[in-house]
């Protein structure tokens, strides 16, 4: 099983929508949890962090966070053509190390 | 957030030669430093974790003689690709953390070409 996983799309959402994006983990240990935006050939940007359980919101993103199931969402309201990117989730585990999902990769049409 | 910037950002190199990729914490001190290797379509791969003034500790599958990593200072972590060839050709990213940030910042990355 591997530590972070993420539906690897490609998710479409036409402009204006809702993107939601999902992710599990497997350490029930870790306690930060992390959304990054990374466009074709750039490093990936920090979009969103979350430490405890519910919504965190910030302008267009909302992250959410369930421990107990083990699971993390992004959500996007109002999606802009310049979101199409791929969402990469990422989580500190309990060694302190970053490990990240396959990404998934969101297109919104205009 | 903090800024960390990676040199060089594109390096074509010869089969057999070695490639160096310097990582830099611009306003922070790096007690920890992270090094990723990206194929093309693929997520980011952990490569190793370095911590200030000690020995890297590389993942599994990934050989420390071929990746040399530095950490010599709480800024600056180097990636040595030793005898390179074509398949190391890949997206090299560092990332960086102090103790007074929970989450790492990315440097811009290093495509490394083998040729």
């Known amino acids: 099983q591997k530590e972070v996983e993420q539906n690897s799309g490609p998710l479409s959402v036409p402009e204006g929508a809702i993107a939601s994006l999902n992710c599990t983990y497997s350490d029930r240990g870790s306690q930060s949890f992390f959304w990054y935006r990374q466009y074709s050939g750039k490093s990936p940007e920090l979009i969103m962090s979350i430490y405890s359980n519910g919504d965190k919101e910030d302008g267009r993103f909302t992250a959410q966070l369930n421990k107990a199931s083990q699971y993390v969402s992004l959500l996007i309201r109002d999606s802009q053509p310049s979101d199409s990117a791929t969402y990469l989730c990422a989580v500190k585990n309990i060694e302190g190390d970053m490990r990240f999902g396959a990404g998934t990769r969101l297109t919104v049409k205009p | 957030g903090a800024v960390v910037s990676q040199h060089p950002s594109r390096v074509i190199c010869k089969s057999g030669t070695s490639v160096k990729i310097e990582c830099r914490s611009l306003d922070f001190q790096a007690t920890t430093m992270f090094w990723y290797r990206q194929f093309p379509k693929q997520s980011l791969m952990l490569m190793a974790t370095?911590?200030?003034?000690?020995?890297?500790?590389?993942e599994q599958g990934v050989e420390k003689d071929k990746f040399l990593i530095n950490h010599a200072s709480l800024t600056l972590s180097t990636l040595t690709v030793t005898s390179a060839h074509p398949e190391d050709s890949s997206f090299y990213i560092c990332s960086a953390r102090d103790n007074r940030y929970t989450e790492a910042f990315f440097g811009q990355g290093t495509r490394l070409t083998v040729v």
């Open positions: 370095s911590n200030e003034g000690s020995k890297a500790t590389y």
